[in-house]
């Protein structure tokens, strides 16, 4: 099982990022996905996730900016973020869950003020 995590990168404030999460060995449909951040220091935390039938659930401090969405066909969750903050730089995780949990690599996003 392999969750793959790109698009990470460095963006100033107010600007946006996509990062993209492909999975394989896992029957991605049936999977809650997910996507986590973790601040340096600090534990992992949720920003949102996304069901097998595509309801969405978000942490108030991202709602409103960030969408999660997946693909199906592609194996594949994004997260969009917009009006990125100085405050959303962490490391990025996405997140897979059905009867069993799997995490990918963590994607750095920075953002600068």
């Known amino acids: 099982v392999q969750l793959q995590a790109s698009g990470g990168g460095l963006v100033q404030a107010g600007g946006s990022l996509r990062l993209s999460c492909t999975a394989s060995?896992?029957?991605?449909?049936?999977?809650?996905m997910g996507w986590y951040r973790q601040f340096p220091g600090q534990e992992r935390e949720l920003v949102g996730t996304?069901?097998?039938?595509?309801?969405?659930t978000y942490v108030d401090a991202v709602k409103g900016r960030f969408t999660i969405s997946r693909d199906n066909a592609k194996n594949t969750v994004y997260l969009q973020m917009n009006s990125l903050k100085p405050e959303d730089t962490a490391v990025y995780y996405c997140?897979?869950?059905?009867?069993?949990?799997?995490w990918g690599e963590g994607t750095q996003v920075t953002v600068s003020s």
């Open positions: 996304i069901t097998s039938t595509g309801t969405t």
């Open positions: 997140h897979a869950q059905n009867y069993y949990i799997y």
């Open positions: 060995g896992i029957t991605f449909s049936s999977y809650r």
